[in-house]
């Protein structure tokens, strides 16, 4: 490693015209070889020593600009080298220090893996090296299998099995052809991470109508990937199960919304906002990443590179004139890059971390689909090549899984699937807030009645009450409490109304506002609305004064009828949820085109009922146990739960049952 390092710094030397070696004056070619030696021995020495505790000032660093932070501080590195070099020959211009910096790491890479290659032993420990911390409790028992959870965000089942079939996923497409199956499962009607992952990794989401709602109990919004409602609704599930939750026992909980009851946890949410101690580690991935310099620089480029990735195939898309289509700009090329770069490298290290170290559990959330889906298109080329890259994570732990000190079994699985459509707005010409708005008699802002979707959408409005128009595009800010509170999650959709302390019913809300429950009714974008009734206890409405107890739903075509079976179970159980919200508003959706319309700006969405949004899928090893019995469906993120858990405790029994004869004996 140190004579490619030297030899990297004598070519560079002679590239760079700003990078020196030699005096003035003109050295030897043994003196230039013997400083380049002591320079690149220098930073590896430093790289090794101080790099770690430079990364530990990182934590305190926002994410996103970690790769530049990444550049600058390994170019001061190379800069402190050459200064301390004892031939006092050698200098670089700043600027030149950051590239010869970010070339020497990436050659120290690509070598020591190279060196590991034909060397089980060295890579292997090279591999260790990636664990989050040392394990503290006594070495697992290496007969005993342990179990790693893959999610893989937003990947519907057939968005998977389309990739298999195009071969943009060899790995998977491996294990489907001997050691794994394959099984579909259906959401809740909150068909979204914070819902899906809090039932899986906790055995309960009820009361989480959506991936946003309004609580007026406590006068909050409630955000599923909002730190302090992770935490709450983490709290709120152990309660009710009166269970730490999957991973209690010898558990590891990477990259995820809440913890699982691991005992081991990096970048989790619902502890990010507590104070950093020996119980919490939610950034401490980073560290045990970062911490090698070779890591940083090869996922600073990989970020740089995205963001170039990105903003190259968002402005391919406008010059095709791409339809549907949202707007990428500001500071989604970043987010895009480190949702797809660099959180799925440190998750990825960190799993591997956990199966070299030997813990029983390790559930994990890789969310590069899932972002990349939301603004270029669930089947997009865009999509495609990030499956590809997933595909090649998968290969990784799979390598790593096979030097572990225990056997492993590997489960893949997703927490809700996308479905394709263009954007309400985009359509209509104007927002869900814009309609309830108009619904009650409230201003709505100009631009809503230039809409360039026909005239049904404007009927629609029309139909309400007579209403001012603000003159500007700014929106209506309330100047009382008395004003909806409307909130979008995906194709699903909420209506509050705060100043009432209860759920209100739809008598209430008809002498309130006579034409809302209409309005939203009769939209074509529309698709369902759920209520309260004083009468029935909950109705659902839709098109042409359609209105059906909730009692009678499963009999009746009614708005539901298109999308599917489940959708009026799924239904009743989140009218149950105290913090359902006064009006549950469902999209549009086309079962022949399984295309929804967003409330949110999103080409690929999911948050409510309609099409592939609600499939995903479980891919698990055939020794375990069958998720479901023959002509039975996995139904709710609960029941993948039970499923995930029992294969945990198969693991210290049988795991194939035994024939009649021998039990008898």
Partial sequence: MWVVSTVTMLVLAGLLPDFQLQSPDGDSATRIAVTAALGAGAFGVLSAVVWPLLVRLLLLVPALVLGLLVFFLNGSLLLVALRVNPSGQSEAAPETAVIVAAVMSAVASATGGALAVRDDDAYRHRLSRLATRRRTAQPPCPDTPGTVFLQLDGVGHDVLTAAVAKGLMPT??????????LTPWRTDWSSQTGASQLGILHGSNADVPAFRWYEKDSREVMVCNRPTSA?????????????GGLLTVDGASRGNLFSGGADEQALVLSIATRRRGRENRSRAGYFAYFADPANAVRTALSFCAEVAREIGQSTAARLRRQRPRVGRGGLYPLVRAFATVVERDVVVAAVMGDLLVGRTAVYADLVAYDEVAHHSGPRSRDTEKV?????????????????????YRIVVLSDHGQSPGETFRSRYGLTLGDLVRAGCGLP?????ERTHSGTEARAAVRAALRRPVEEGGEKHRPA??????????????????PDVPHRMTKEEIDARHPALLTTLANHPGVGFLLVRSAEH???????????????????????????????????RRTHSFPHTADIMVNSWYDPESGEVLAFEEQIGSHGGLGGAQG????????????????GEELVGAEAVHSVLRRWIG????????????????
């Fill in 172 to 181: 998977v497409a491996g294990w489907l052809a001997g050691s794994h199956r």
């Fill in 231 to 243: 935490a709450e609704l983490q709290r709120r599930a152990v309660e009710r199960t009166a269970d």
């Fill in 650 to 665: 198969e693991a210290d029994g049988p795991q194939v049952p035994l024939p009649e004869e021998e039990q008898a004996a």
């Fill in 615 to 630: 499939r995903p899928f479980l891919l698990s090893p055939v020794c375990v146990s069958d998720p479901v019995g023959d």
């Fill in 537 to 571: 206890g909950g109705v659902v409405l839709g098109a042409h004064g359609a209105e059906i107890p909730l009692d009678r739903l499963d009999g009746a075509p009614g708005p539901l009828g298109v999308f599917g079976p489940g959708a009026a179970d799924a239904v």
């Fill in 480 to 497: 009382r409490h008395s004003e909806p509170i409307v909130l979008a999650s995906g194709n699903l959709g909420l209506v509050s109304f």
């Fill in 444 to 448: 709505v802002p100009r631009r809503a």
């Fill in 387 to 407: 499956l590809q890259r997933l595909d090649r994570a998968l290969a990784l732990i799979e390598k790593a899984a096979e030097h572990a000190p225990r056997q």
